[in-house]
């Protein structure tokens, strides 16, 4: 068993300047990540790490992550990183908190709808849809249906294995609220009312993603996993090429969702909303996922449309749509841009 604390200090005095100690299993220094405003380096200590689990966190450019993610973004190559470090992050492990077991019975199950059903939503009222440049092919993949009875676009819910948990409806007539998962309205077609439903345990479209990888094997290096907030989002960025794309039903990613992440493996690239909730949901999914030291970017929006209150990757082309997720920038210069007001 290595000196886990000792270690961690060892790699803390290489990389970073005006090291104090800060409780029992924190020091503070100067971030390595960021500079003034007017470029200059910082003086005062604002970068804090733990020195039994090398988590760590700047309080002025919000950078964050785990020991992987600290000793990548300070320039040391992957797979230098494996070679002289992988006992240590080992190591690491056991002084993390224990996460919550996504096996225990229950966590993951919910009883599955009759396939059935969605053969009485028809594409009758999806001309809005196909008018905003979706293709019929499209929301035929997706499931997309027309519920004429409560007036709502039907969505499709699956869940890793396929099997359909949920189907949502968002309202053609202004009805509140705008998207909403079916419950009562099962009623309708002499069915017992839904309950118990739990949107942090799926992660929409992950069950064409799922399968994909697991006939692979494993993802190539360059590969990413679009994480974007919703139905459309997913199935525009689809339609797009990528198909590696699945919602979060939100703009908030569950421990559950990470969990399914985890088994899917390769990079994550947020592409959420740009509005408030989708930057707090970015921030927090980012600093999540990188402290388990994951490969986490950011895909911007273009100028073209970022300055509009409330943008979605569907108000982009399908050309803008591969650009931004292909340029994505890590989460920590992301972040840095973001104190810095860029």
């Known amino acids: 068993m290595l000196d886990v604390s000792g270690e961690i200090g060892a790699i803390a005095s290489t990389y970073l300047r005006n090291i104090r100690k800060s409780g029992p299993e924190n020091i503070m220094a100067v971030c390595p990540f960021h500079r003034k405003p007017d470029g200059s380096e910082e003086r005062r200590p604002s970068f804090s790490m733990n020195i039994y689990t090398g988590a760590f966190f700047c309080h002025t450019c919000q950078a964050a992550g785990g020991l992987r993610r600290f000793l990548i973004d300070v320039g040391m190559p992957r797979e230098q990183v494996h070679l002289r470090y992988q006992p240590l992050l080992d190591d690491v492990k056991s002084n993390l908190p224990p996460p919550p077991n996504p096996l225990r019975p229950g966590v993951f199950e919910m009883a599955p709808i009759q ?162 909730a989708g ?28 300055l509009d209150e409330d943008v979605q990757p569907d108000s982009c082309t399908a050309e803008e749509v591969v650009a931004q997720i292909t340029s994505a920038k890590p989460y920590s210069r992301w972040l840095q841009g973001q104190s810095e007001g860029v």
């Not at 600093?287 to 273009?302: C, F, I, M, Q, T």
């Open 115 to 276: 396939e059935g059903l969605l053969g009485m939503f028809d594409g009758y009222d999806l001309q809005d849809l196909k008018r905003e440049g979706f293709t019929e092919e499209t929301l035929r993949h997706f499931d997309v249906g027309y519920d004429r009875w409560h007036e709502r676009i039907t969505y499709p819910i699956r869940d890793i294995k396929g099997d359909l948990v949920a189907i949502s409806g968002r309202s053609l007539n202004d009805e509140w609220p705008k998207y909403k998962i079916y419950e009562k309205e099962y009623q309708t077609w002499n069915l017992p009312p839904r309950i118990g439903w739990d949107k942090r345990k799926v992660l929409y479209n992950v069950n064409e993603v799922y399968p994909r990888l697991m006939n692979v094997g494993v993802l190539p290096d360059d590969s990413s996993i679009v994480v974007v907030e919703g139905f459309k989002a997913c199935a525009w960025v689809h339609q797009a090429g990528i198909k590696n794309v699945t919602a979060l039903l939100g703009s908030y990613l569950s421990w559950e969702q990470c969990w399914i992440l985890e088994r899917l493996g390769g990079r994550v690239v947020l592409f959420l909303d740009n509005n408030y």
């Open 279 to 306: 930057f707090t949901g970015t921030m927090r999914a980012g600093e999540g996922l990188s402290n388990k030291g994951w490969d986490v970017r950011v895909a911007e929006y273009p100028e073209r449309v970022r």
